[in-house]
């Protein structure tokens, strides 16, 4: 790895850090430079622009969350009670809280018709669609809008309740029961 390659990474980790830790208010490059240890104009040497830092260090930060999907739910085929179940937990833990609560920032900024935020949600969405498909246990011509129902029933749970997702609960346990007959 070149020492442009290295300090790359280095900036991309801090920023994922900073991005994971208080979501993405201040996306300025000013500031990106500043949590980053450096000079907006280092900054730009080391990406052409703020997109380009941005969609680094969420890529980062997918990439991660990518691993930790991996590692709690493993390779085999699940029931969608039990997908939910699994899912629901995860979103409750703390170590995946500032995936989340920064899932719910860039899903906002969509929101409001940012180009930049649309096309990341949208990819972001699509492959934890095609995950959760791949991991249903049910008829494939069931499994790709069982997966968008599960997805948009957690996803509901987490913008109605960002502060108590406790208050989440019997919903999902609601969800669970709806399910168990597939």
Known sequence: MSKRDTKRAEIVGKLASHFLDVGLGDTGVRRLAEVAGTSDRMLLYYFETKDEILAAVL??????????????????????????????????????????????????????????????????AEG??????????????????????IMSAIDGQMVLFPTDLTKGDAAVAKLVELLADL
């Open 59 to 124: 890529s980062e930060i997918g990439g991660g969350f990518t691993d930790v999907l991996d590692a709690v739910f493993g390779t085999k085929p699940l029931r969608p009670g039990d997908a939910v179940n699994r899912i629901w937990e995860m979103v409750r833990d703390e170590a995946t809280a500032g995936q989340l609560r920064l899932w719910l920032d860039l899903s906002s900024r969509a929101s409001r018709g940012d180009p930049f935020f649309g096309a990341i949600v949208d990819e972001m």
């Open 128 to 149: 934890w669609i095609v995950w959760l498909t791949g991991m249903l246990e049910v008829p494939d011509a069931e499994k790709r809008p069982l997966a968008e129902l």
